[in-house]
């Protein structure tokens, strides 16, 4: 099956057939078809899933684009990671920043730091540094490539193989929704992919660096970030419709 087979279908079908699709391919052919729908961008965090995906992207050499949100506050070891990578698969990471003006805004009204203090100066600091940067990266793109996996939090258990986020215009794709941490782990080994030494430290989920901290052992994978924070569900908004990520963050704009 070809992405041109199916061009007749309406984009809610084209996903769900593709879903179910997604079920008996490897991450390479997945991404193959991800990228045969049109423009497509995935946007890496330089996680460990993220550079298992980076790595089959530049291994393929498939025609998808590889991003990170470039936040102002990311550990000095994830920044050597993007420039290391690059190396390594011989591919551009585009880095997309903050607007100067929008932190200085949040710096104003919250200080550096107020993300500690509610989760409305939380959510408007992550809608600055990430949900409005990655609107950029997005844009003009026909596909969002990420790296959730149903098994990183209940939060994510449901994560399909592809959805049509009619909101944004975009199919996401998330091409290891089903994989393990250890199927991550023994790719990584195979292929020599370069990882965070973080994750070596107690780090299983990176984010900024004031906003993560090392799991205990038995902790879910995503306990260290936003630790502060009570709600079970907490995200950053780059994963939830973008009306609900505008209107918890909107008190900042
Ligand atoms: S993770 Fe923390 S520092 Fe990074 S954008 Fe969100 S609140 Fe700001």
Not at 44 to 51: F, R, T, Y
Not at 75 to 101: K, N, V, W
Not at 121 to 137: E, G, T
Request: aromatic share 8%; glycine share 8%.
């Amino acid at each position: 099956m070809t992405i041109h087979d199916l061009s007749g279908l309406r984009p809610a079908e084209l996903a769900a057939t593709l879903d179910a699709r997604f079920e008996t391919l490897d991450l390479a052919s997945r991404l193959r078809l991800a990228a045969g729908i049109g423009r497509a961008v995935f946007t890496s965090s330089l996680g460990i899933e993220d550079q298992v995906i980076t790595a089959a992207i530049g291994m393929e050499r498939l025609d998808i684009e590889v991003a990170t949100l470039e936040t102002g506050r990311l550990f000095p070891e994830t920044l050597a990671l993007i420039d290391e990578t690059e190396d390594r698969f011989g591919i551009e990471i585009r880095r997309h920043r903050p607007q100067e003006s929008d932190v200085a805004g949040y710096v104003a009204q919250y200080g550096l730091n107020g993300f500690y203090e509610s989760v409305e100066a939380r959510h408007a600091c992550c809608h600055v540094r990430k949900v409005a940067p990655l609107a950029r990266a997005l844009d003009g793109a026909t596909v969002w490539v990420t790296g959730l996996r149903r098994s990183q939090s209940g939060n994510r258990a449901a994560t399909p193989f592809v959805e049509y986020d009619a909101e944004r215009g975009l199919f996401k794709v998330n091409p290891l929704a089903d994989w393990s941490l250890d199927e991550i782990a023994a790719y990584v080994e195979k292929h020599a992919v370069p990882t965070n030494p973080l994750h070596r430290r107690g780090y299983p989920s990176i984010g900024c660096e004031p906003c993560t901290r090392a799991i205990k052992p038995g902790e879910p994978e995503r306990a260290g970030r936003w630790w502060w924070e009570n709600d079970e569900k907490r995200e950053c908004g780059l994963h939830v419709p973008e009306a609900a990520a505008s209107s918890l963050t909107s008190s900042s704009l």
